[in-house]
């Protein structure tokens, strides 16, 4: 199994696509606070399926350049077919590279992003760091990432639900917390002129809201380490799927997105 598939947070391209419609604002904004121009070289760290890189390339232009990176060989190879077919190779390219070893020179960018990337990392500081490096004294960098701790479901099973986030948090991911840190990384990375931006978003539909939070997943995972009962478990679909029926279902996560210069 390839390193991407291993980690406990691995998500698919499907999955990832179906996200991006419902997080679009989070992705506008955070193009915006890269303040990209036409002719610029930007990066995008942990890229997927070439959604971003796409967008991007639409403001930077043909005279402008695009990267994107991402450890996943299947994620890389499709956002290259899909680079190909949009006619956007000659200046839009993705690379499998590990995100804490940056394959690109120092000062390399005008402005680099991340989104919902250092969840999946044992050391997120890390790549920041190779962040930093790569782009240009006074360039932007913008990261995005969720603060599962934030994760909330109305249910009347509020012990169940509790579990639940907490091991979408601490087991589904390496770091689940990665949101709340982010301010904390790039204070100790000395970037300048930090601004900081929640983000949340919401969800009343149960199918949409299975998916989105991977409950089925999460409620496996709950099972096999003894955490909650089957007959918990079965309570907690029947108050979803009950307050599904009297269109009360509410669930919600913020991100948290910082924005910060590189010095100098
Ligand atoms: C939740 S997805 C987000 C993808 C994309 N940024 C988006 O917003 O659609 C996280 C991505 O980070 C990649 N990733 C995780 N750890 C990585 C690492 N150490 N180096 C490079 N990419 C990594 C995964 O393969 C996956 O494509």
Same mark, same amino acid.
């Given at each position: 199994m390839s390193q991407a598939k291993q980690n406990p947070g691995y998500v698919s391209q499907d999955y990832l696509q179906m996200l991006a419609e419902r997080v679009q604002h989070v992705k506008q904004r955070s193009y915006e606070a890269m303040e990209v121009r036409e002719g610029m070289c930007v990066l995008d760290v #942990?890229? #997927?399926? =070439?959604i971003d890189t796409h967008a991007l390339a639409k403001l930077v232009g043909p005279s402008g350049r695009v990267y994107g990176v991402d450890y996943d060989n299947e994620m890389i190879s499709n956002a290259t077919k899909k680079t190909e077919e949009h006619a956007l190779a000659s200046y839009v390219e993705h690379l499998v590279a590990d995100a804490t070893k940056l394959p690109f020179d120092d000062n390399t960018f005008d402005a680099c992003r991340s989104e919902? !990337?250092?969840?999946? !990392? =044992?050391?997120p500081e890390d790549v920041l760091a190779e962040m930093a490096r790569v782009t240009k004294p006074g360039g932007r960098i913008v990261v995005v990432d969720t603060d599962? #701790?934030?994760?909330s479901i109305d249910s009347s099973e509020d012990r169940v639900e509790r579990i639940l986030t907490r091991i979408t948090t601490e087991?589904?991911?390496?770091? #689940?917390?990665a949101g709340r840190q982010l301010y904390r990384y790039f204070r100790e990375q000395g970037l300048m002129h930090l601004q900081i931006e929640m983000l949340p978003f919401f969800v009343t539909q149960l199918q949409l809201m299975r998916k989105i939070f991977m409950l089925e997943k999460v409620e496996e995972m709950a099972i096999q380490n003894e955490a909650i009962t089957q007959d918990e478990l079965a309570r907690w679909h029947a108050s979803l799927e009950a307050a599904e029926a009297k269109q009360t279902l509410f669930g919600s996560a913020s991100q948290v997105m910082l924005t910060g210069l590189v010095p100098g």
């Open positions: #942990g890229c #997927g399926p =070439a919902r !990337v250092l969840q999946h !990392v =044992a050391h599962f #701790g934030t994760l087991i589904s991911h390496y770091n #689940g917390y």
